[in-house]
C-alpha cells in the first residue's frame, strides 16, 4: 500500500461496522501474508493517525511539513498492525496511539542536525537552570542564565530555541542486557481495581443499551464524536450536515440519553425493592 495516503481523504473512507472489522482482524491475525487485509486494515484506523498529530503538532519542530509527519505516522500505524497481539490485553487502538506517536518522535529525533557541541552547551545551559531553580525557589530568567555562566543573553535564547530533541517512550535504559524501553517503566495510574472493572463493565453494557435506542444519524454523531474522537466540523463534512446542525443533533441526544439512563436506573432501583 502507498504510504502516502491522502490525508485529506479521510471523510471519504466507508466505515465498516465493529462486526465486519473484528471478522476482518480474525483473517489477518490467521495470515498475516494477506497484505489486502492489511491495507484496508490501515485506511479503516487511519484516523487515529490524524488524532495523533492533531495533538502532538503545536509540540514538534517547524521544520518538518504536515505531510512529513503524516508520513510518519502512517508508517507508525502499519507497524502497529503488523505487530500487533491481542492476547496481551490491549486494544488495538491503545496500542497503534502509542506506536504512531513512538514513531513519529523517533523519525524527528533520527534527523536532528544540530551540533554535538551545540546540544553539550544546551545540556550545560539546563544544568545551571536546574541549580538557580533550586537556588532561587522558582525557573531562573534568561539574564540570570546568561550570568551565571558569563554568556551573552541572545546567545542563550538562540542556544534554547535550538533545543529540538525530544525524548522518545521507546528509548531504552539500563545496560545492555538489562535494558528495558521507558515504556514499560511507566507506571499504569488508570489500572482500575476489580470492583471498579465490575461497575465501569456494568456501565458501559447499560450505556451500550442506551445508545442503540437512540435514532440512527443522533447515534452516528455519539460514536464519531467520543469514540473516533472526531469535531463537530468533520462529524458535519462525514454526514453532509452543517456544524451548527450536528451541535444541535448531539445536544439532542445528551438529553435523550440521560432520560433513558434515569429511566432504567428507576426502573432497575424499582425491582431492588420488590
Known sequence: MNEELEYNSYNNIKRLSDEELEAMWQQYLDDKSRKDLRDTLIVQYIYLTRYVIGRIKMNLPQNFSLEDITSYGVEGLISA??????????????????????TIIDKIRSQDWIPRSTRRKIKEIKIVGEHLKQRLGRAA?????????????DKIEALLAEDTQVSSIYDKK????????????????????PLERLVDNDVKQELQM?????????????VL?????????????TINVSESRVCQLHAQAIMKLKNILSTSRSDRLKRSIV
Not at 490485553?89 to 504512531?100: D, N, Q, V
Not at 534568561?142 to 550570568?147: G, S, V
Not at 539500563?174 to 481495581?193: C, K, N, P, R
Not at 464524536?225 to 463534512?237: A, D, R, S, V
Open 225 to 237: 464524536y467520543y469514540h473516533e474522537n472526531m469535531t463537530l466540523k468533520e462529524i458535519g463534512e
Open 210 to 222: 442506551a445508545l442503540k435506542r437512540l435514532p440512527e444519524r443522533e447515534r452516528m454523531i455519539m
Open 174 to 193: 539500563g545496560t545492555a542486557e538489562e535494558s528495558v524501553e521507558l515504556i514499560d517503566t511507566i507506571q499504569d495510574e488508570q489500572q482500575q481495581s
Open 141 to 153: 530568567t534568561t539574564t540570570e542564565l546568561a550570568n551565571a555562566m558569563n554568556m551573552e543573553k
Open 81 to 102: 498492525i503488523e505487530k500487533f497481539t491481542p492476547d496481551k490485553g490491549a486494544r488495538f487502538e491503545t496500542y497503534a496511539l502509542m506506536r504512531i506517536r513512538g
